[in-house]
């Protein structure tokens, strides 16, 4: 396991700025990708905004560790990993329902969104490129938005592909693929959080 003390200290004030941002421009994209969502009957894109809230959630974890302890910051990437763990398997049984029940995805409605959900997250993801190699609660932020950015372009090519062959299951797919994503990205946020060693007092 790994001790964290050891690395230099981090520019708080600059972090702070940056998940500001971040946390702004995901809060105000899973209230638009919800709405698109709902509106164009897409599981791949309620799965994109339900992300994007995750997102803003752990920015907003990471806003309250940056001046905190090591310990509070592992604990604070345990509890990020346990969320997208729980969206994961949320979007999950959305697919599964619309599996069962049915439902029309609107393709043009997909491919608009997640094409402005994917300029928000390229954005947000250059911002914290910094942050790749930081501190475990900032790491988590890092691949929480890696994430964003696949799962955009996954979206958008499934409403193209909705778009032209009006193949409903495409988008089930897709949200489905998400899902698996997301739970594969949440172990690997908490297996770096468990592996970090709290530093001795």
């Known amino acids: 396991m790994s001790c964290e003390c050891s690395k230099a200290k981090a520019d708080t004030a600059g972090e702070r700025k940056i998940l500001r941002i971040a946390l702004l421009l995901n809060g105000l994209m899973f209230v638009v990708g919800s709405v698109a969502g709902w509106w164009g009957e897409s599981s791949g894109l309620i799965a994109d905004a339900l992300d994007m809230l995750a997102d803003a959630s752990a920015y907003a974890i990471a806003l309250l560790a940056t001046t ?5 910051k592992r ?24 599996g069962v029940y049915g439902s029309e995805p609107i393709g043009e409605i997909m491919m608009a ?19 790749r190699e930081g ?6 932020t890092w ?14 090519t499934s409403g193209a592909i909705v778009w032209t062959t009006n193949q ?4 089930l797919v897709v949200g489905g693929l998400i899902a698996l994503y997301v739970i594969r990205e949440s172990i690997q946020i908490l297996s770096q959080a468990i592996a970090v060693k709290p530093c001795a007092p």
Request: aromatic share 10%; proline share 1%.
């Open 68 to 72: 905190r302890t090591q310990v509070f």
């Open 75 to 98: 604990r604070a990437a345990l509890l990020s990993g346990s969320l997208l763990l729980f969206l994961g398997l949320g979007i999950a049984v959305d697919v599964a329902r619309k």
């Open 113 to 131: 969104f997640s094409f402005l959900s994917l300029i928000v997250n390229v954005s947000v993801l250059r911002m914290l490129k910094p942050f």
């Open 135 to 140: 501190e475990v609660h900032l790491r988590a």
């Open 143 to 156: 691949i929480f938005t890696k994430v964003d950015v696949i799962a955009n372009l996954v979206v958008f």
């Open 168 to 171: 409903r299951m495409v988008d």
